[in-house]
Nanobody, 124 residues
C-alpha cells in the first residue's frame, strides 16, 4: 500500500506560481512512477504530468508544457509540481498518483494509488 498526501494548493492570480508537493509513505517510493492529474468542476479528471522512478523521464499535457515542471526527491519520498504562469483554466483539484509500472504513463487507469487532492484556484 502507498499513502499519498498533497499540499501546496491555494488561490493565486493569473500569471502567478504555486508549487505542489506530494509526500508518499508505505511501499518503496523510488520504485514508483508518479503522476499529477487534475479535475475541474463538471469535467473529467485529466493527466497533467508524469515522472519515471529515477526522475530521468517526464511527460506533460500539451497545454502545460513550458509552464509546469514535475520533479521528485527519492530521499524525501516526495514528488513536486512547479506551476508557473498560471491561467484561470488551470483551476482544478490536483491529485497525485503512483503506479508500479516500469514506464511512465498518462493513463488514469494505470495508476494504483491516489491522494485526496489539493485545490488550485487561479483568478483572472
Amino acid at each position: 500500500q502507498v499513502q499519498l498526501v498533497e499540499s501546496g494548493g491555494g488561490l493565486v492570480q493569473a500569471g502567478g506560481s504555486l508549487r505542489l508537493s506530494c509526500a508518499a509513505s508505505g511501499r518503496t517510493f523510488r520504485n514508483l512512477a508518479m503522476g499529477w492529474f487534475r479535475q475541474a468542476p463538471g469535467k473529467e479528471r485529466e493527466f497533467v504530468a508524469a515522472i519515471s522512478w529515477r526522475g530521468t523521464n517526464t511527460h506533460y499535457l500539451d497545454s502545460v508544457k513550458g509552464r509546469f515542471t514535475i520533479s521528485r526527491d527519492n530521499a524525501k519520498n516526495t514528488v513536486y509540481l512547479q506551476m508557473n504562469d498560471l491561467k484561470p483554466e488551470d483551476t482544478a483539484v490536483y491529485y497525485c498518483a503512483a503506479t508500479g509500472r516500469f514506464s511512465i504513463t498518462s493513463g488514469r487507469s494505470d495508476y494504483d494509488y491516489w491522494g485526496q487532492g489539493t485545490q488550485v484556484t487561479v483568478s483572472a
